[in-house]
């Protein structure tokens, strides 16, 4: 058998280590209550003034129609006396209805200012950028190629308008072998056709601690030293090289900015839902957008992509802290972005949302399924905030992020209970007879339940949800251009109805499914975390069925209940127990491009760039058709295969510790090593290792070389 070191067979001049020399930057854990810091970012009276009047007109008009619909139900409930569980339906309708209330309130502001023919114009640095800004690319477990597709076209235009000012990093958290090394074949070749002017970097992190703040963190401390700004881009993330400069001209001229925020438009939607999604996205996003801008000010929120931060600002303010106790409540902090923020702003650095940034987009998941999957994550991160949101220093907006957040999944249970109060109501009215004389009195008491008025208050409340989609609709059919490129008035208005009947049967199935993802998290069990699929999201019916058979019977019980009672209550439930009905072939229809090309044909929910791609979406486009090709087989198999991939992945690998410490004694590591000298082939081996066996084994030089000894052997035998 030979045995010799199988790095003899690899490149006598072997490739360098893909990153440049570190840069360190502190960044001390902070602690949970400190005190806040005054602004340091200077604000003009007059840019006070529109802030203070917007969060006025946003709270003004929220109370009061929190006030209004809740007096509205309490008269609706009963013209004498109101029960217990009617108390009950009426603190979970004022909730509720404050909660749309709010959305309404930033919607009419954000409309108004749509309409308005002056706006405000943002400073940018004047002359040529001051400093370099790194662009990072978060990656876990993702599909390299439309990410390498994206960097290229950036880079291609970066390059031309401004060689020397940005670099790009590509930090990868992947911890599955077949991930990790076919995104080094990918990436690879970016890193070496990439030139000075505009270099790529990429590094791995084998212990994937603190998730995506854990990685961005990881950066800070050993290159933020090195670069004033940084831009954290998804992997699904692309922005113009337009947008990218103006956003560091505009930190540039904004010193006591700590993060400007851009708002991403979905984009690349092929499914019926991705294609939803973009439409509402691009349609009402932007109204909505505007309210928010305007009363955030300058303690705006984060949503962890697209956006660019002060390096120094991010070190000194945003390491998070760890919360005491087990997940999902206790440990490291799930959702970052809206403790980040809040970080940043305790610390005297403005956060800054600038909507008129166009050229920034993100991609959507592309199937109802894929949705819940994500919410999953999401909602047990915004529950989290629970913990910090009475934190010592957070200004009053910070904490109005976090309640929102909490809220964004919390409502969904609300509405859900106050189905079940409603209902039980119902059932106690129709099996329990009333007491007409509970009180002494000559007279009885009647029960009353004011119809008339229930009408009137549900076409009020209908209004208050479908006023966001109604201002989008409206701005963007005055505005002709824009209008055109939704496809014309005629398909414009379609589209917005079609979203509409669409969103109110897949409303229900979010709000069961939201719910009981709540539940979960309530009862300790931790999400764990998951990359979002990438592809067009198509479902077969088992996949479907098993997704969503639970919420088709509670919507089939429900339906059933209210018909037994009376027909009236049955036609009430059904905007609610028809989408539950329906979720199984609702949730097959949601993915798949070819499901959605009707709809593409159609016209139907267009978006903008559908037609006329930005330049960059149109080059991003061509780059991944030349990827198309690229090499899916496994890690093993791929890295034998070519020797120059395993030289370049070998430089990659971070040097093994002189003085191994028992924390870093690695089980896995240990028993692949056991394996790979047992072996007698390479598919021996493949059929013998566990995933993190793999891993291990392809993270250490040793290993690389019993993988090529075995290689030659198994030729030496053919």
């Known amino acids: 058998m030979n045995t010799e ?6 490149p006598t001049q072997q490739p360098s280590l893909a990153l440049p020399p570190e840069q360190p930057l502190p960044m001390p854990r902070r602690a949970l209550h400190e005190r806040r810091q005054p602004l340091r970012a200077r ?14 007109y946003v709270s003004g008009v929220t109370l009061a129609l929190a006030a209004y619909g809740s007096l509205e139900m309490y008269g609706v409930l009963s013209t004498t006396s109101i029960t217990a569980l009617q108390w009950v339906f009426l603190v979970l309708f004022g909730v509720n209805f404050t909660w749309i209330s709010l959305a309404f309130a930033q919607a009419t502001l954000g409309f108004v200012l749509s309409l308005s023919p002056r706006l405000l114009k943002i ?21 390299p190629q439309s990410i390498a597709a994206a960097i290229k076209s950036m880079r291609s235009e970066l390059t031309a308008r401004e060689p020397g000012k940005f670099v790009f990093f590509i930090l990868s958290d992947s911890n599955q072998a077949d991930a990790w090394i076919a995104e080094q074949a990918v990436f690879r070749e970016v890193i070496l056709e990439a030139d000075e002017c505009c270099p790529v970097f990429y590094r791995h992190r084998a212990n994937n601690s603190e998730r995506k703040a854990g990685n961005i963190a990881d950066w800070v401390q050993r290159w933020g030293g090195g670069y004033e700004a940084m831009i954290i881009l998804d992997a699904d993330s692309i922005i113009s090289a ?5 956003l560091t001209r505009r930190m540039a001229a904004a010193p006591g900015v700590g993060l400007i925020q851009t708002l991403p438009r979905i984009v690349h939607a092929k499914s019926l839902y991705g294609r939803a999604q973009q439409f509402a996205n691009q349609c009402y996003g932007p109204i909505y957008a505007r309210g928010l801008a305007a009363w ?39 959702s970052h972005d809206f403790i980040e923020a809040a970080l940043l702003r305790r610390a005297g650095w403005g956060v800054r949302f600038d909507v008129d940034l166009e050229q920034s987009w993100e991609e959507a998941p592309p199937s109802l399924v894929d949705v819940l999957i994500r919410d999953r994550r999401w909602c047990q991160g915004n529950l989290q905030h629970s913990r910090l949101l009475f934190a010592r220093g957070l200004t009053l907006p910070s904490r109005l992020h976090l309640f929102t957040g909490i809220m964004a999944y919390v409502s ?8 079940v109060v409603g209902l039980t109501i119902a059932v106690q009215a129709n099996l329990v007879r009333p007491e007409y004389f509970a009180e002494p009195s000559l007279f009885p008491t009647w029960p009353v339940f004011d119809s008339e008025r229930a009408l009137k208050l549900f076409v009020i409340s209908m209004g208050v949800v479908l006023a966001p989609k109604i201002f989008g609709w409206f701005a963007a059919l005055v505005n002709i ?22 969103s109110a049967l897949y409303a229900p199935i979010l709000m069961v499914a939201q719910f009981h993802v709540i539940w979960a998290v309530l009862l300790g069990h931790d999400s764990g975390w998951e990359p979002q699929r990438r592809d067009d999201g198509a479902l077969d019916w088992g996949t479907a069925f098993r997704a969503h058979r639970g919420h088709m019977l509670f919507g089939a019980a429900l339906a059933l209940l209210a018909w037994e009672m009376s027909e009236p209550l049955f036609y009430w439930l059904l905007p609610i127990t028809l989408g539950l009905m329906l979720a199984v072939p609702l949730s097959w229809v949601s993915g798949g491009g070819r499901r959605g090309r009707l709809f593409t044909l159609l016209g139907l929910l267009r978006a903008p760039e559908e037609k006329r791609p930005a330049p960059v979406l149109a080059r991003m486009h061509i780059e991944l058709e030349h990827l198309a090709g690229t090499d899916d087989r496994d890690a093993l198999s791929l890295l034998l295969g070519n020797p120059e991939l395993l030289a370049w992945h070998r430089a990659q690998l971070a040097p093994a510790s002189t003085k191994p410490l028992l924390a870093d004694f690695n089980a896995a590591a240990v028993t692949a090593a056991w394996k790979a000298e047992h072996a007698t082939s390479v598919e021996e081996l493949l059929h013998r290792l566990e995933p993190a066996e793999t891993l291990a084994l392809l993270s250490q030089p040793g290993g690389l070389e019993r ?6 052997i198994s030729q030496g035998r053919a």
């Open 43 to 56: 604000v003009s009276l007059g840019a006070s003034l529109k802030t203070l009047l917007a969060r006025l």
């Open 242 to 246: 337009d947008t990218l400069i103006r």
């Open 707 to 712: 993988l090529q000894a075995l290689k030659r």
């Open 123 to 143: 400073p940018e640095h004047s002359g040529g950028i001051p400093f370099q800004t790194a662009i990072l690319l978060p990656v876990y477990n993702e599909s």
């Open 296 to 334: 955030h000010g300058l303690s705006s929120n984060f949503w962890g992509h697209n956006a660019i931060i002060r390096s120094r600002a991010f070190a000194e303010s945003c390491s998070l802290p760890l919360l005491r106790g087990r997940p999902p409540f206790g440990g490291a902090v799930l």
């Open 481 to 502: 251009p824009l209008c055109l490129r939704f496809g014309g008035p005629i398909l414009l208005t379609l589209s917005t109805v079609f979203e509409a009947l669409l």
């Open 5 to 10: 070191p199988a790095i003899a067979s690899l």
């Open 412 to 419: 969904a249970a609300l509405w859900l209970l106050l189905v």
